[in-house]
C-alpha cells in the first residue's frame, strides 16, 4: 500500500502494519469484496515480510560499513565505504515503519555485520579488526533523519 494512501477515509501511514493487518484480516475470512483471500492474504504477508527483510538488510549493511570505516588501515576505501553508509542509512529511513521495531533483534543484526567485515577484511589482506561483541548502538540512533555518522563510526571504535 503507498505511503498517504487511505481506504474508507482512514489514513495508512504504515503500509507494513497495513499488510499485516489485512492479511490477518483476509485470514479471519473477514467480508472483503475480495477474490481469492488466500492468495491475498499470502501476498500481503510476504510482500510485508519482504519489506522487513529490506530494512533489515539496510542495518546489516550500515553497521558493518560503518566498522570497516572505523578499523580499516587502508585509508584510500574510507571515502567510499562512508557513501556507502550515506546511502544505506537513506533508504532505511525511507522504508523503516515504527510497526517493525519488535521484529528487530539488533544484536542478530549486529552479528551478520561482523560476519560481512570479517570476511571484507579477510578479502582484502587486512587483519580481522576487534568489534564490539553486542551492537554499540541503539535502533534509534540509526534512525535518525540527520544521522551522525562520525558518532557512528566512532561507537565501533575500542
Not at 38 to 61: C, H, K, M, P, Y
Not at 128 to 148: G, K, S, V, W
Amino acid at each position: 500500500m503507498p505511503e498517504g494512501t487511505t481506504l474508507a477515509g482512514q489514513a495508512l501511514d504504515d503500509p507494513f502494519a497495513w499488510a499485516l493487518d489485512q492479511a490477518a484480516l483476509l485470514r479471519r475470512g473477514a467480508a472483503l469484496a475480495v477474490s481469492g483471500r488466500g492468495a491475498l492474504g499470502d501476498f500481503l504477508e510476504a510482500w510485508a515480510a519482504e519489506l522487513l527483510a529490506t530494512v533489515r538488510s539496510q542495518i546489516v549493511n550500515l553497521l558493518a560499513h560503518a566498522a570497516k570505516v572505523a578499523t580499516t588501515r587502508n585509508p584510500g576505501v574510507i571515502g567510499h565505504w562512508r557513501s556507502e553508509c550515506v546511502e544505506f542509512h537513506d533508504k532505511l529511513v525511507d522504508l523503516y515503519r515504527p510497526s517493525m521495531r519488535d521484529k528487530i533483534d539488533l544484536d542478530m543484526l549486529w552479528r551478520r555485520a561482523q560476519r560481512k567485515a570479517f570476511a571484507s577484511f579477510e578479502d582484502h589482506g587486512e587483519p580481522r579488526p576487534r568489534l564490539p561483541a553486542r551492537c554499540p548502538i541503539a535502533l534509534d540512533d540509526l534512525l535518525e533523519e540527520a544521522l551522525d555518522l562520525d558518532r557512528l563510526v566512532d561507537s565501533f571504535r575500542n
